[in-house]
């Protein structure tokens, strides 16, 4: 007998699909997942449209795998060799709380960093850990390593503004897709993208990448990485030449307008084109279109965020909108994470809680291991996995490797993090836990999350953990329950009105404005008054970006489904060196060398070479992945991750 259970894909996806998923066999540990797919229209969010991806489609594979983990396990091998014996839950809650108190009383709570991120994770699953360790004052790790910069660009320019909606595609006149590729990471995207060439309204994409969205598309601007700053400001300057700023917008709707304009005005077309290695025309046209398609509709991915620039160009890039006005009606305006609608108020019941110790930067971890004061003696990771997500991997792995570290990972498989960990315990899939939610974040909708199959092994959810984990420490108030979300819904449901409007007018339903109602185009916060660019000085020619890829979402799937580990580089490139396609290269920088086949691309402009994100140790000879070549420096005003801003150079192996 076969059923189907409605339920939502909460993985870290824009999309947030609803999923009809087919369950056969007996419910004592004989149940089998054998079809995932999208859930009927009736049941749906309407991006979901009727299909999912592959990837989640053949995800029964990550569900019942012999690599999934189906006991708590202890370490029995040298730190990272994979060697572990099995042991009961009580035995390993009970050995990570001996450790949590022996490291409180030995450094103090700052002591115990809890590296949780969860955004693969059901919406509400993390509320108890997080909540646990705010109660017991530890250290807690800032979420910087993913859309902090855009975030934070995006309030000091629109304080407490929510994004357009990405349906909304169906009204423009204009899309831009800046630096974000749908193709891949937001595939529900795409048909809308197409409808609206198929009805005449034009499509820009602004990436260094020719992707398959580009290649669409009616204009690609090859842009260099980390040069979008540049390239608003000399936009921003041309429209002004052209007298398409929308004086009458700006003044009723912005502060800052003059300032924005006398910085774009440092630039011309040529000057910019030199720096951002676009045509100069192509500046020009692209202000004529900004100025004059209407409505236009900015989609901002993540892709420009994760560069020392970034937040300049994210900044750049909506002051050049604002200057437009290219707002108030629907197909107008700026389509990025309209998570800022569910905002996390997981805290706010807590109110005798002391101050956290400290607060890390994500990207900062390999450092923090090694140098962190008092030190990190017990690192709990969930929903994360850091040995391959994070920059400067060899300092991330030396420092998983340290003797006098206690490491616990909650997982589903054996992660490349896990195989460091002193006690891995089992996670369930979210085909595995109910009475939660998915909500995208590029998608105004929430769809309820239900349990279609009991857990795989001795698999516990988030909640169950934290639970667990608050008993053996005697701290009370806390049951092996999901935090009750809000009422959860019986179906799909909209979370923002149809077709809201940016900047429509003041008291309409569904117009979303800034708090005081205007945009800040020269008050962002960061040292930079107004959008700034800094050139990097670096001896390594080529920039390296690590995009995402089609078979994977981060690192998770990677044990049975990876993307090619190769490097994509243009013919340019590689002609000058003497690389060959197929062959293997050396990439190399100050912090390691990879080799790894060479892809000769003419997708990938010259200047850049390509790596997808998420590979696992196991896919490279010498167990490196691309993260071994990528700095963890910050970005230069607001201090995300600079991903896609890795300085290396290439030679045949
Ligand atoms: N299939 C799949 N989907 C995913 C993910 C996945 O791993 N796989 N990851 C999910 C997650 S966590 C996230 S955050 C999103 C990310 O999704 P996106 O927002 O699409 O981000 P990226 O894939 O990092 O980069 C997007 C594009 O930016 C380009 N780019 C790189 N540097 C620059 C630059 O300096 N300027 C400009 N203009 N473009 C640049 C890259 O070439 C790339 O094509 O996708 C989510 N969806
Ligand atoms: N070089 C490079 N590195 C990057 C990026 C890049 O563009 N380039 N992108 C960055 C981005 S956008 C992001 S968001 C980060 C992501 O970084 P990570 O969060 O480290 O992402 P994943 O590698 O997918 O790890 C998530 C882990 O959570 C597990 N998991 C899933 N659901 C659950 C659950 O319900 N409970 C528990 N306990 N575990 C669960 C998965 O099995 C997986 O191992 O990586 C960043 N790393
Ligand atoms: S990963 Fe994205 S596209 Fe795939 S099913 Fe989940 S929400 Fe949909
Ligand atoms: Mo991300």
Known sequence: MTRTVITACPLDCPDACTLAVDVEGEAIGGERIVRIDAAPATDSNPLTDGWICAKVRRSTRRVHSPERILTPLRRTGPKGSGAFEPISWDDALELVATEIRSAITEHGPAAVVPFLYNSSAPTFSDRLMVRLFAELGTSEVAHTICA???????????????????????????VVIWGANPSTSNTHLTPLLTEARGRGAAVVVIDPRRTPTAARADRHLAVRPGTDDVLALATAAELDRLGLVDRSFCDVNAEGTDELLAAARAWTPSTAAEVCGVDASAITELAELVGTRRPGLLRLGWGMERNRNGGS??????????????????????VTSTSSAAEDDTLDDLPDAPPRARTLNMNRIGHDLAHADPPVAVLIVQGANPAVSAPDQQAVLAGLAREDLFTVVHDQVMTDTAAFADVVLPATTYFEQGDD???????????????????????????????GLAAALGVDGYHPVQVPPPPLPERAVPTRPQGTVQFGPVGEPGTTRPDGGRARLALGAGSDPVPTHRPVDSPF?????????????????????????????????????????????????????????????????????????????????????????????????????????????????
């Open 148 to 174: 902090y910069t855009a975030a934070i660009a995006w309030h000091s320019t629109f304080p407490n503004m929510a994004s357009a909606d990405p349906l909304d595609v169906a009204h423009s006149d204009l």
């Open 313 to 334: 160009g994210i900044r750049a890039a909506l002051g050049l909108w604002v200057l437009a006005g290219q707002f108030g009606r629907p197909g107008s305006g700026v």
């Open 437 to 467: 939610v998915a909500v995208g974040y590029t998608s105004y909708a929430a769809s309820p999350l239900r349990r279609v199959i009991a857990p795989v092994g001795e698999s516990r959810t988030n909640g169950e953990v934290a639970a």
């Open 541 to 653: 020619p080529l920039t390296l970006i690590t995009p995402a890829s089609s078979r994977q979402i981060n690192s998770m799937f990677g044990e049975y489904d990876p993307p090619p580990a190769q490097i994509s580089v243009s013919p340019e490139d590689a002609s000058a060196r003497g690389v060959l396609d197929g062959a293997d290269v050396r990439v190399f920088n100050d912090l390691a060398t990879l080799v790894l086949p060479a892809r000769i691309d003419p997708s990938v402009r010259p200047g850049v070479v390509s790596i997808p994100k998420g590979l696992w140790r196991k896919h490279l000879p010498g167990g490196l992945t691309a993260n071994a070549l990528t700095p963890a420096e910050v970005e230069h005003t607001i201090g995300g991750s600079v991903f896609h801003d890795a300085r290396v150079d290439i030679a045949p192996a």
